[in-house]
Every structure is written in structure tokens, then in C-alpha cells.
């Protein structure tokens, strides 16, 4: 049994997981799901395959709770760290790794909590980038967003602050020019990372929310969630990969879905999912090909997942494979005489 397994309990039937964790439609995707678009009904609206709960799948499939020093704050990595403004979301989407929190939330960060994050900070010279997730971290106050803006600016060290968002595409409206001055009173380098899965989600009013972002200088990136009947055909993700590019939006992660509870009809078998990305090659400027991604479980970290182009078959040969037409092609790279 591997070790992030060991000591659980299981239980193969969440009889908890359909009621609390309700639908959530919000007015960006309101339209399609009343048009019955089967990408975007899959993502928000239950079904009874939720009701089963695999051995494998966790509460906190990623550990969050491993790496947690102060409520509300994830320092995984050295060099950045994650904050939850909230656990409240405009949008419950069926696959969500914090799902069952987000399930319960009814309170965003306080300012006292946020205090002592900003110590915590202020503590930890290594880190130079934060990230503020959630949830829906848009949905909090602008008044107070705009304080944590300015005040994680002030904080020597911190370079880089990242906006985990679907607010653009889940409710566009929201981009609005107060939330955008907010935006704009941020002191840091200040990026935006919208989680968005198919084409069809980039409405007109989307496109036109992303559009605001791109005119104020923001750098938008993209992550989008690997889903079995949403985005797995090499058509679906094409459509979706070539209209981000189209609206300034840079494909940044494809995440493999992680092991939550009740989503093991979401996922296609592993290998399908990096042949399906390495098809894309051939389909599409490598600058719109995002990285295929798996959390390791346990909070270990993400990793990349791809096709191997290049293997080592002798000294100084190599045999690759095109990504053409998929043949295989062995080249010799004589050593270099200065060796």
C-alpha cells in the first residue's frame, strides 16, 4: 500500500458528498446550462457517480493540510506561498480538489487572520511570490482585497503576486472597473491564472472580461482540469487551447485530475492523457501547449508528465520520435573535439 494510504479508513459509498456540496450555477455558464451544453452540465451539475468514493480518492488529495504552518496559509514550496481568502465559490465544480471544503465554507479570512499571514511572511525572506486562492478569491470584499494588495506589496522580498481565479469566465460581469482598480493597486508584479476547461465557456461577455485584464497590462495564464466527456477529445482541447491564444491567454497547466472523492468518472487512463497531449505537437504552436500535470498525493508536489521524444540508444546516438508522423529517426551527434 503506498504510503499516503496507510492507517486510512475507507469508505466506498459518501452519502454526505450530494447534499452539502449542492449545485452552484453561476451566471456566466447559466445560459449553457440551461441549453443543456453537455461540457459545462458535466462539470456543474451532480450526477450519482459522485456517490462513490474509491479507496484510493482523499479529503485533501494534495495535502494542503501537511504543509498548512497558520489557517488559511500553504507554504509547500520555498519560494512562494498560498492563501485562501475563502472557501466560498460562485461555481461548485464537481471535481474540485478542495471540494469538501468549499462544501461547508461560509466565512472568508479575517483581518486578524490575515495578520498573521503578513507576520508569517515578513518571518520567511525565501519567499518571493504569493498566490491567493480559494475558493473564489474574487468573490471577497473589494475594500479588503485591496488591503491584502497593498499590504503584501510593502513586504520586502515579495516579487510576484498570482490570482488564482474562474471569475472571468464563471461570472465575467464581476471584471468590472472597481475590481480592476483594485487590481491596478497592487505594487507587485501581479499575474492572474484563470481555471477554464472548455472552448465553450469563453463566452462573448468572457472574452470580453479577459480583454478588460489584458488592456490594464495583466499577464493571464491558464489551467485547465483533464476531464473524461469535457475536454479528452483531441478536437475539444484543440478548440479550447487555440481560442486562449486568440484572447491573450497563455495555456499554463493541464492537470490530471486529482484523487477526490467521488470523481473517478472524470478521469481517462494516464497513458491516454499524455498520448492525448502529445498529439497536440503537431496541431499547434508549442507556446499553446500547456504541461501535463499530476499532483502527487500527499502534498510531494507536481510533476510533468510527456510523450518521450528522445531516447539514448548508444554513445552519441540518439533515435527520436517525430512528431510529424510519428516516425522514428536515429541521428548521430558527433562529440565535440574540445571533449
Known amino acids: 500500500m503506498p504510503a499516503y494510504l496507510q492507517g486510512r479508513h475507507f469508505h466506498h459509498v459518501m ?29 456543474i451539475l451532480q450526477t450519482d457517480a459522485e456517490n462513490l468514493w474509491l479507496p484510493e480518492e482523499l479529503e485533501d488529495p494534495i495535502g494542503d493540510q501537511r504543509f498548512s504552518p497558520l489557517q488559511g496559509l500553504i507554504h509547500r514550496y520555498p519560494d512562494r506561498a498560498l492563501l485562501i481568502l475563502t472557501q466560498r465559490c460562485n461555481v461548485h465544480c464537481r471535481f474540485c480538489f478542495r471540494k ?3 462544501a461547508h465554507a461560509s466565512t ?16 520567511h525572506a525565501e519567499i518571493r511570490e504569493v498566490i491567493l ?7 471577497v470584499q473589494q475594500d479588503f482585497l485591496r488591503h491584502l494588495l497593498q499590504h503584501i506589496s510593502q513586504i520586502s522580498g515579495i516579487e510576484i503576486i498570482r490570482i488564482h481565479t474562474r ?7 464581476r471584471i468590472n472597473s472597481e475590481l480592476l482598480q ?18 465553450a465557456e469563453l463566452s462573448t461577455a468572457a472574452c470580453a472580461a479577459i ?42 497547466y493541464l492537470h ?44 510531494l508536489g507536481k510533476i510533468v508528465l510527456q510523450h518521450s521524444w528522445a531516447t539514448r540508444i548508444a554513445e552519441n546516438i540518439w533515435e527520436f520520435t517525430s512528431p510529424l508522423t510519428y516516425e522514428k529517426i536515429q541521428v548521430h551527434y558527433p562529440q565535440s573535439l574540445e571533449n
Request: proline share 8%; charged share 15%.
Open 211 to 252: 480583454r478588460s485584464l489584458t488592456q490594464q497590462g495583466i499577464p493571464l495564464l491558464a489551467q485547465t482540469v483533464l476531464l473524461r466527456g469535457v475536454n479528452d477529445s483531441l478536437d475539444s482541447l484543440l478548440n479550447l487551447l487555440q481560442k486562449l491564444i486568440a484572447n491573450r491567454v497563455k495555456p499554463y
Open 182 to 199: 483594485t487590481l491596478n493597486s497592487c505594487a507587485c508584479t501581479l499575474w492572474m491564472v484563470i481555471h477554464v476547461n472548455c472552448a
Open 167 to 173: 471569475m472571468p469566465v464563471s461570472d465575467p460581469l
Open 100 to 102: 469538501l471544503q468549499v
Open 256 to 299: 490530471y485530475p486529482d484523487l477526490v472523492p467521488g470523481t473517478n468518472h472524470f478521469r481517462i487512463p494516464l497513458e491516454q492523457a499524455i498520448e492525448l497531449v502529445s498529439k497536440l505537437r503537431s496541431k499547434i504552436s508549442g507556446f499553446a501547449i500547456p504541461e501535463l500535470i499530476v499532483d502527487i498525493p500527499g502534498g
Open 133 to 139: 486562492s480559494g475558493g473564489e478569491p474574487l468573490l
Open 15 to 43: 452519502d454526505n458528498i450530494l447534499p452539502t456540496f449542492s449545485p452552484e450555477i453561476p451566471d456566466g455558464f447559466a445560459k449553457s446550462v440551461a441549453q443543456g451544453n453537455p461540457q459545462i452540465c458535466a462539470q
Open 108 to 123: 472568508d479570512m479575517t483581518l486578524e487572520q490575515f495578520q498573521r499571514m503578513e507576520e508569517y511572511l515578513q518571518q
